[in-house]
């Protein structure tokens, strides 16, 4: 098997993206170094209290070396509490760097990141290696410095009271390191194991859950329940690989400690035996010598939490790394002429859906796009709307070519109402107004133009009531009036209308259409129907089928 690298580069770029406070760095490495010295001071204080007092019976001593060592136990436990403090804000503004980034990145990448991955994978994969990632600034990796101080100190004190003792104690240190090392391997093929299986996991019971009705239509209860237990079982065994990694790790610690108190222990009562030692520094060297065993288990087992942590960081920065949608320079657009010459779109598949596609818009005119399903005719709307981007040919507004264009201010010329349009678990207000403009006049009129004003007053908490997921409370003709309203609050020079009225009754769909012929006028207006009396009025209609594109009016 080939020997795998460390990969230092990547860690360099953990911690550069992560950006820790400088300056609350500097109190902390202030305070580890006075908790250092308090630290290597108070073996030899109890060496006092054992030797100067308790064996000499020198009460004074006692009393004065006590109180010291309370005032230096009591410093330390007020650092450590401060401490405590400053490592809560560090990792909490490392971890709200890297998530809000990773959620920047999820708003801006290519609609297509999305067509094979559902809501839950998506925050399920982000959300573990945003916390993976962030856990290197916990105070437990963070205090890994100071306890190498601790053991340069406790080493120095091992050396002072017997060089020949402080031997036995290195001599667990290689033992340690071997096992860690093995054991860090193991957790860092387990982990990416884990994280893909628990990945598979999420999006599964994703798809279980929105698939609910066809489960219970087809009395699919038990080919889940088999599909569920398989992946669970998998994972529980996953998770005990884990355990038992841990409590192995454990079982060195804990059996290298007590050999060495044994050690020590025998050693050290040899050499008080034969008076090279005394009773003091037999006890102060033993404090000494946990100030390094443990300090070290700590730094050894570093390796344990890089592992756990570098196969998330991989997985996270690649997502970082993805592409996102481009945006052009040209800004102070305004509304012109919409143009597609020569446009052709194929998918990744090299299934082909539109070939040189030339046709025009007119500013302000109303025009309709008809043809069958999946004759491309939404893939037109996407390729306006820039979620997709043409194989070859180009699409212009005036004489600039849209994808020369800046995209949010491109995007801000647009309202759009889909045949299933997204709506928020929010209220019936919060999801027509969606840039908060609180503008309450024109509340008003979209409620009214859009027919939400007919079903408002039987709402629970009228404008203000809550929809539920997607808009669970309400119907689909519901459904589609607010997204109708939502298009007209934006109140943008170009209205696209995706089977914007596939739900609804025949009174409604003759007003809509009233609505956008005569209240639109001075908008440009494309609309995407099977509805043939949805024509009538229409500047222009184009068929499309087979990838071709022909006007009939």
């Known amino acids: 098997m080939e020997k795998k690298k460390f990969d230092w580069k990547l860690l360099k770029r953990i911690i550069q993206y992560l950006k820790p406070n400088k300056k609350k760095l500097t109190i902390v490495a202030i305070c580890i170094l006075i908790t250092t010295m308090i630290g290597f001071f108070q073996p ?15 009460f004074r001593v006692i009393l004065s070396s006590v109180l010291l060592l309370l005032g230096l136990v009591l410093i330390n436990q007020f650092i450590e509490v401060a401490l405590a403090s400053l490592f809560a804000d560090i990792h909490n503004e490392s971890e709200y760097r890297i998530y809000s980034g990773a959620f920047r990145k999820l708003l801006r990448l290519k609609p297509e990141y999305f067509t094979d991955r559902n809501a839950s994978e ?31 100190s406790g080493l120095a004190g091992l050396i002072v009271i017997s060089p020949f003792l402080t031997i036995l104690v290195l001599a667990t240190v290689p033992i340690k390191y071997f096992t860690v090392k093995k054991l860090a391997n193991m957790r860092e093929a387990k982990t990416s194991e884990y994280i893909g299986g628990y990945r598979d996991f999420a999006s599964w019971m994703s798809d279980t859950i929105s ?26 065994k996953q998770q005990k690989g884990f355990t038992m990694i841990g409590a192995w790790n454990m079982f060195v610690e804990i059996f290298l400690g007590w050999f060495v108190s044994a050690l020590l222990y025998v050693f050290g009562g040899a050499l ?22 443990s300090p070290i288990s700590a730094v050894l087992n570093a390796k344990l939490i890089m592992a756990r942590i570098m196969p998330s960081a991989k997985r996270l920065f690649e997502f970082l790394d993805l592409e996102e949608e481009a945006s052009g320079a040209v800004t102070n657009i305004t509304a012109e002429n919409i143009t597609f010459e020569n446009v052709c779109f194929s998918y990744n598949d090299d299934r082909e859906v539109l070939r040189n596609i030339s046709f025009s818009i007119p500013k302000g005119s109303k025009v309709a796009i008809i043809g069958p399903n999946g004759s491309g005719k939404s893939t037109i709307i996407h390729m306006l709307l820039r979620f997709l981007e043409p194989k070859s040919g180009k699409i212009e507004i005036g004489k600039v070519d849209i994808k020369n264009m800046d995209l949010n201010e491109y995007r801000e ?12 678990n929010r209220t019936i207000k919060e999801n027509i107004d969606l840039g908060s403009s609180n503008n309450e006049k024109r509340l008003a009129y979209v409620y009214q133009k859009s027919g939400v004003a007919g079903y408002l007053e039987k709402m629970p908490n009228g404008e203000d009531s809550i929809i539920g997921d997607n ?10 009036k607010l997204a109708v309203a939502r298009a007209l609050m934006k109140d943008t020079p170009y209205v696209i209308l995706d089977e914007a009225t596939s739900g609804f009754d025949a009174t409604s769909d003759a007003y809509l259409h009233d609505v956008i012929i005569n209240e639109m006028k001075d908008k440009t207006v494309l609309l995407i129907t099977h509805k043939y009396e949805n024509l009538e009025g229409t500047d222009m209609v184009y068929r499309i089928e087979d990838g071709e594109i022909e006007r009939i009016k």
């Open 211 to 236: 698939g609910v009705k066809e489960i219970k239509l087809w009395n699919g209860y038990q080919i889940k329940e088999k599909e569920f237990t398989e992946k669970e079982q998998g994972l529980l």
């Open 272 to 293: 008080l035996i034969h008076g090279k030692l005394s009773l003091g520094g037999l006890f102060a060297f033993i404090s000494y010598s946990s100030y390094v065993t």
């Open 471 to 480: 808009g669970a409370r309400l119907s689909g003709g519901e459904k589609q």
């Open 122 to 152: 998506v925050i399920n994969a982000m959300s573990t290696d945003v916390s993976t990632v962030s856990s290197l600034t916990d105070q437990y990796n963070v205090m890994l410095i100071s306890y190498m101080f601790r053991i340069i």
């Open 44 to 58: 030899l204080v109890v060496k006092m209290i054992t030797d100067d007092g308790l064996i000499n019976q020198n």
């Open 413 to 424: 010329l647009f309202s759009v109402v889909s045949q299933n349009p997204y709506l928020f």
